[in-house]
């Protein structure tokens, strides 16, 4: 959905349908290992041909709901359906849902074509048909001249379709991907990110994809589930969690996020003013907020959403700030400046390079003033 | 030189293994050795090294080496019972008399192949039973509560802690006519006369594979306990369930803890002496008893030592094919 192809799936955010059903429901779940709550009341609906992600820190529970949905772990409390059937005591063997674990975990004794044929073999599938299945599928990961390779005479990238393709073989409704895209480096990570996409087009899988690059879910997503210390914190699209974050955790895990504390100085329903005092600077949000008068808020500014000159801006009074560039990295495609406000905290602004040998470029120790949109910034009320 | 060095002797002994260290480094014996090995041109690392291929040299090498001299030489009856090789047989030459005659002896006399044969069976196949009765015990290990694990191995190694003999010795006490097995059956009246175990291969058996037993469990244990857990997951998830996982995954994956367990079990039980000495009786005519009875019985060292060099060739065969086969199950990987 923002590889820039218009959307072409099924999936036609079926989410804001209240009529359609989901294809794998989680309700309450809740997981502890002893004293430890690894996933606290989770409740999730993931539809039918989606590719949503589970993102999160390590250890805040989205490893261990992957493993509740494959069946290596049952739920403490709660219920997992999956097509509409209770996944209480069903083994990971009857489950109607292949795993790509993080690791890749191939067979090291068994060939490529081995490892792929090993979930239609445990059907009893006949050979002829596991035969051009496994064909097929090492034709579809563009592997078929390393049929007969053993894992460990392969790259990691080389692994990775391995794995990819002894879970898609067997054609599973759902398919669950621990951080797929982990141990690859970066051109194969963004190849092979694409490659899951058009396979899920292909195929027509749903895909529960866990990973802690926010990057990675941003790019492959449907929808993606932010999760923190067992909660899921917010669940969207990447633009509305990149746009509409709901807190600050959420605003601060996505992205790079400039955070200012403040107080509401005048509301009404249309608009709020919040003074950030230590900042030395006033927000007009161009939006009402419900929250108490005095409550203390936040409002997250994304970088790339400030504007950065010498020039003040034509008003003065609110949504700018003056500071001095403390620091200057160059991206190629954007530079970001790190930029001094009188207060002493830094503010992260992106600017695109737009033009490729600028004279009187921005440079270091530059007095600057930044100004943004009223829209531009998320107020935040925890 | 550590402080260690200006305490009296006990409380460096006391000290711990460093505080031993600093003792001993101070006995005149080993200080002239340290000071020797200090004047010559070798840094920490050779030294390392080199002592315990000096020790092996000194103990395993020079050995070899006059075993294997007598075994090329005449029985005599004199002190001691053997002919040198290298004689001054006339004025300028030097005569080196080889003679093969103890090996073609070997071969001639059907005792001591079948004492080989007798030798490579009781090891293989006690070896085997270790094997069967090991690897459930290692996989049980292999998969137990992690805090369980140390205990669980100590148990296995807790036996080294009484002396080999003596433990042998204990299985008479076992096994006799009138020992503690025979007595409980009978006083259950399970049987009317006592079994016969004692000076059967059955005891030699007992005694080898219970002795054995910690060989075979510890590789095997470091193999499976090393295994990559998710494999068995990844089985699961393609829809193999888990009685089946174990022989096309774990089973597959073993055979390195096998081999070596295997080789640990066969190569020492094939040159075992005690065991079939103390155990076993006329029937069990072991390679080791063969040779123990040429040297000490017979005199015939020229002989012995044929017959010790002979095990040792087979042993150094098995070894390869071992090596070769471990090579080949590491190339499955």
């Known amino acids: ?382 | 030189m550590s402080r260690g060095s200006q305490l009296p002797l006990g409380d460096r002994l006391a000290a711990g293994p460093r505080g031993i260290t600093s003792a001993l480094a101070q006995l005149p014996p080993l200080r002239l050795l340290l000071n020797a090995l200090a004047r010559l041109p070798l840094s920490g690392h050779h030294a390392v090294i080199g002592l315990p291929y000096l020790w092996l040299g000194l103990f395993f090498l020079v050995p070899f080496v006059i075993v294997l001299k007598i075994s090329f030489a005449d029985q005599l009856i004199a002190q001691p019972p053997y002919s040198s090789l290298v004689d001054l047989a006339t004025e300028g030459y030097i005569s080196l008399k080889l003679n093969i005659g103890n090996y073609t002896f070997l071969g001639s006399d059907p005792l001591y192949f079948n004492a080989y044969l007798k030798s490579v069976e009781i090891a293989f196949f006690s070896a085997l039973i270790c094997l069967v009765i090991g690897y459930p015990m290692a996989y049980a290990m292999a998969r137990s509560d992690p805090a369980w694990r140390g205990v669980l191995l100590m148990l296995v190694v807790l036996p080294f802690w009484t002396s080999f003999l003596l433990r042998v010795y204990a299985w008479i006490g076992l096994l006799n006519n009138n020992g503690i097995i025979n007595n409980v059956l009978i006083g259950l009246g399970l049987i009317q006369e006592p079994i016969v175990m004692m000076r059967t291969n059955f005891a030699v058996y007992v005694g080898i594979v219970y002795s054995y037993l910690p060989f075979m469990i510890l590789p095997l244990y470091s193999t499976l306990e090393k295994m990559d857990l998710t494999l068995l997951e990844a089985a699961e998830d393609l829809g193999c369930r888990p009685l089946k996982a174990f022989f096309t995954i774990t089973l597959p994956l073993s055979p390195p803890g096998v081999i070596a367990g295997f080789s640990l079990v066969f190569i020492p039980a094939l040159g075992e002496f005690v065991i079939p000495d103390l155990l076993g009786g006329t029937e069990t005519l072991m390679i080791g008893k063969v040779l123990w009875d040429e040297f000490f019985s017979n005199r015939a060292w020229p002989i012995a030592s044929a017959v010790a060099i002979a095990m040792l060739s087979l042993v150094v065969v098995i070894m390869v094919a071992q090596k070769m086969l471990a090579k080949y199950a590491g190339a499955e990987r």
């Open chain 1, 1 to 382: 959905m923002h590889d820039g192809r218009k959307p072409e799936r099924a999936v036609d955010e079926p989410w804001r349908n209240p009529e359609a059903t989901p294809y794998i429901s989680i309700r309450n779940v809740t997981k502890r290992f002893g004293d430890f709550v690894a996933v606290n009341d989770v409740s999730l609906k993931v539809y039918r041909q989606e590719l949503f992600c589970l993102l999160g820190g390590s250890g805040c529970g989205k490893s261990t709901l992957l493993r509740m949905l494959a069946g290596f772990e049952e739920p403490s409390s709660g219920q997992i359906f999956i097509d509409g059937q209770d996944m209480a005591g069903i083994p990971p063997y009857s489950r109607p849902v292949n795993m790509m674990f993080q690791s890749y975990a191939l067979f090291p004794h068994m060939s490529v074509q081995d490892n792929v044929a090993f979930g239609l073999k445990q059907d009893r599938t006949p050979l002829k048909e596991i035969r051009d299945r496994v064909a097929a599928m090492l034709d579809l990961v563009k592997l078929s001249s390393f049929a007969k390779r053993k894992p460990h005479q392969l790259s990691g990238g080389q692994r990775q379709r391995v794995a990819l393709a002894r879970s898609l073989v067997k054609a599973p409704k759902l398919l669950l991907l621990d951080e797929p895209l982990g141990a690859l480096d970066r051109k194969l990570r963004e190849s092979t990110q694409f490659e899951l996409m058009n396979l899920q087009d292909k195929l027509g899988v749903t895909f529960i994809v866990v990973t802690h690059d926010q990057e990675e879910a941003m790019t492959l997503a449907s929808r993606i589930g932010v999760m923190n210390q067992g909660h899921i914190v917010q669940v969207g699209t990447p633009s509305e969690i990149y746009e509409f974050p709901v807190n600050r955790f959420v605003a601060d895990f996505i992205g790079t996020v400039n955070m200012f504390a403040g107080r509401i100085v005048d509301e009404d329903s249309n608009y709020v003013r919040i003074a950030a005092e230590a900042d030395g600077c006033t927000f007009f949000i161009d939006h009402g907020v419900s929250a108490s008068p005095n409550a203390q808020l936040w409002v997250a500014l994304r970088p790339e959403k400030i504007n950065i000159g010498r020039e003040a801006p034509a008003d003065t009074r609110e949504n700018c700030v003056q500071g001095v560039i403390d620091g200057i990295a160059y991206m190629g495609d954007v530079s970001v400046f790190n930029v001094k406000l009188a207060s002493g905290r830094m503010v992260k602004v992106t600017r695109p390079n737009l033009i490729r040998r600028e004279e009187d470029t921005l440079t270091w120790d530059d007095e600057v003033w930044l100004h943004w949109h009223p829209a531009s910034g998320v107020v935040l009320t925890s």
